[in-house]
Structures are given as structure tokens and as C-alpha cells.
């Protein structure tokens, strides 16, 4: 069978203002809404589009993380993904970790591809693709704009400072999305009911044999500098007289 896995993470929604904790240990997560990582979401999306049309059979989300994450997966399910399989761990899991253990999953489900955000929009790593397709030992293609599969190859449109880069991979292969790819569905209400009813499957990192132990401390976690109050100037003189007061000139 023809299967995409798709890698989907939780994150604090993008419409949240974040708060930091008063220990600067992280930011508060306790009441607030949790989403699918917008990269994810498109990541899916592009791969319902490539089953729609009829260059995939089976479309599975993985995802990493504590119990209730399975509220992520539904929402992957009602968009449309056939299966899920939740790796519950409720600790912090590194990319390198989620690598290995995503690797797991591979070697047992057998894609022929692999999506998955860009990065996250919680940590900004941009790593666990690239650390997946390496520990894979498959081509990889990220920050996709556009994807096309063609046979045994996908060719991949990937946006560089000097404009548009097209690459053409094997399959097997991973490849990270960027926000220009697609307009992710909205999901509705028998979608949300039908999703209910999908097959979930869960498992911990220890049954896959992979370890969390974290190589990375946050030693410390601060809001930004809040901004300070701008001022109206009349004149280019009074501009370039307050700049160079402030020192920027």
C-alpha cells in the first residue's frame, strides 16, 4: 500500500499571546488553547491533496507527546487522515529523540514519504526533519513550496534567497513543508464525528526502544524587551536628529 506518515506536533495556538513562566522556566501552557503546529497542519494537508488525487492510498499521523494530545490527532483525523499513532511520553522531547523514534514508526508502517513541518512554531528547531532523513539514510527536500510525485521520484519546489530551487529526490523520502505549499481545509462537524471512529493507535518511546534523556537545557526562558512608544516627526531633520540621539545614526 501507498502511505504517507505525517509528523504533527502540539504546540500553544498562533493566536495566543504568550506568557512566560515567573521562574523564566518556559512559557505557560496550563488554560490556554493548544493547536496543531501550523507547518504540520499544511504537511497534511499537502498529503490528503496527493491521496485525493490519487498518487497515495493511506494517509497516518504520528505525533509525540502526553496523553492528551490525542485532542491533536482527532483534529488530524477529522481532516481527513486515515489512521493515528500516538507515541505518548510527558516529558520534553528533543528532535533527536523524535527523530528515533519517528524512525520506529517508519520501519513498521513503510511510507513511501514522509511530511512533515518545516519546524515548530514553539521552538523554531528546524531539525527533525533533516535528523530523520539522515538516521533513514533518504534524500530529503525542505522548506517545500510546492510537491509533485512522479513515479518512484517527487520533484520539489523550495524557495532560496535567489528565488525558486527545484529539486527531484527518490522515493522513499522526507520532505518539511513551508506556509506558501496550501491552504489547509476547514474541518466540519461530520468530519469531527466521523474522526471518532478511526483507528488510534498508542505506544511509548520505551516500547519503541527509544530514549528521551535531553542533551539541551534551557537555562533560562524571557519575554521580549517590550517595545518602547514611538514618536510623530514632522520633518526629515527631526527624524535623523532623534535617530542619531538614540544612536542608530
Not at 8 to 33: A, E, H, M, Q, W
Not at 151 to 170: K, M, P
Not at 173 to 194: C, G, Q, S
Not at 217 to 245: C, H, N, W
Request: aromatic content about 2%; proline content about 5%.
Amino acid at each position: 500500500m501507498k502511505r504517507i506518515l505525517v509528523c504533527v506536533k502540539r504546540v500553544v495556538d498562533f493566536n495566543v499571546r504568550i506568557r512566560v513562566k515567573p521562574d523564566g522556566s518556559g512559557v505557560i501552557t496550563d488554560g490556554i488553547k493548544l493547536s496543531l503546529n501550523p507547518f504540520d497542519e499544511i504537511a497534511l494537508e499537502e498529503a490528503l491533496r496527493i491521496r485525493e488525487r490519487g498518487e497515495a492510498e493511506e494517509v497516518v499521523a504520528i505525533t509525540i507527546g502526553p496523553a492528551d494530545c490525542q485532542q491533536q490527532l482527532r483534529t488530524a483525523l477529522a481532516m481527513g487522515a486515515d489512521r493515528a499513532v500516538h507515541v505518548v511520553h510527558d516529558g520534553v522531547v528533543e528532535p533527536l529523540a523524535a527523530a528515533r523514534a519517528i524512525l520506529k514508526v517508519i520501519e513498521k508502517e513503510q511510507p513511501f514519504l514522509v511530511l512533515l513541518g518545516k519546524q515548530a512554531i514553539d521552538d523554531d528547531n528546524n531539525q527533525t526533519g533533516q535528523m530523520l532523513a539522515s538516521l533513514w539514510q533518504r534524500p530529503q527536500a525542505t522548506f517545500a513550496s510546492k510537491v509533485e510525485i512522479t513515479g518512484a521520484t517527487a520533484r520539489v519546489t523550495r524557495e532560496i534567497d535567489a528565488g525558486l530551487e527545484t529539486l527531484e529526490i527518490d522515493l522513499p523520502a522526507v520532505v518539511t513543508v513551508d506556509l506558501r505549499l496550501n491552504e489547509p481545509r476547514y474541518v466540519k462537524l461530520p468530519d469531527i464525528m466521523k474522526a471518532k471512529k478511526k483507528p488510534l493507535d498508542s505506544m511509548s518511546l520505551a516500547d519503541l526502544g527509544v530514549s528521551a534523556v535531553c542533551r539541551v537545557k534551557i537555562v533560562k526562558t524571557e519575554p521580549p524587551a517590550q517595545r518602547q512608544k514611538g514618536i510623530i516627526v514632522k520633518y526629515t531633520q527631526e527624524l535623523v536628529a532623534a535617530l542619531r540621539k538614540r544612536g542608530v545614526l
